[in-house]
């Protein structure tokens, strides 16, 4: 079984500051893992995503992702926020084993710009 | 290119009834997920299709299911409404299976509120 924790449900930081969101997971085979982002009343997008390839990962709108196996963790970091970023973010988790499309979310992180 | 179109965006229903929502896919997609979002539980996987073949069922009841048709357009259908179900209802898709040269596209979801 594959699960996702997020640190964190809320997340404040003020414009043009680090923005750093937690995600660990837990998976029994090699994961897939991946970083959406929801804006109010809109459907989710994909921020980037690791396949085993490098381990960090470059994504949309300045984001980017560390994957670090030892410390099971895919944390998310922007190194200047933007009014535009608050949103609220999602880490989610996918089997390299099994060859859906499945994804197992995290309990999601509301990030808030401070101008 | 028309993204992942899901109908109707917002619907009320009464407890006991039953409710179908809809999902179009990206033109050449094949792969058609289905999540409900809610405050309590977050996002949850409620099944997948490919190719008009379920290949993946999350862990709810038999009140929630799907079906996929030929054209890869998607339905999903709840019977006997509960005030639980109130969720907003999320589809996916894409072109195959497994993240890996695969990006999975997400609708903007059907609010469905039961009272």
């Known amino acids: 079984a594959q699960s996702v924790t997020q640190l964190g449900s809320h997340v404040s930081v003020s414009e043009g500051a680090l923005v750093l969101l937690r995600c660990n997971y837990s998976s029994s085979v090699p994961p897939y893992l991946f970083w959406y982002v929801q804006y109010p009343n809109q459907g989710l997008q994909l921020l980037l995503k690791?396949?085993?390839?490098?381990?960090l990962v470059k994504g949309i709108n300045g984001f980017e992702a560390e994957f670090k196996k030892s410390e099971t963790s895919f944390h998310l970091t922007k190194p200047s926020a933007h009014m535009s970023d608050a949103a609220e973010y999602f880490c989610a988790v996918s089997s390299t084993k099994a060859a859906g499309n499945k994804l197992t979310f995290g309990g999601g992180t509301r990030v808030l710009v401070k101008p | 290119k028309a993204g992942v179109t899901q109908t109707p965006r917002y619907l009320i229903k009464t407890r006991g009834q039953q409710v179908t929502l809809s999902c179009s896919p990206i033109?050449?997609?094949?792969?058609v997920s289905w999540y409900q979002q809610t405050p309590g539980q977050g996002l949850q996987f409620l099944f997948e299709y490919f190719s008009e073949t379920q290949r993946n069922k999350g862990n709810f009841p038999g009140r929630f299911s799907g079906r996929q048709f030929s054209n890869s357009r998607s339905e999903m259908n709840v019977s006997t409404l509960e005030l639980g179900d109130s969720a907003l209802y999320l589809c996916a898709s894409s072109l195959g299976l497994g993240p890996l040269g695969n990006t999975i596209y997400f609708g903007e979801g059907s609010w469905l509120t039961v009272v």
């Open positions: 033109s050449g997609h094949r792969s």
């Open positions: 690791y396949t085993s390839a490098a381990t």
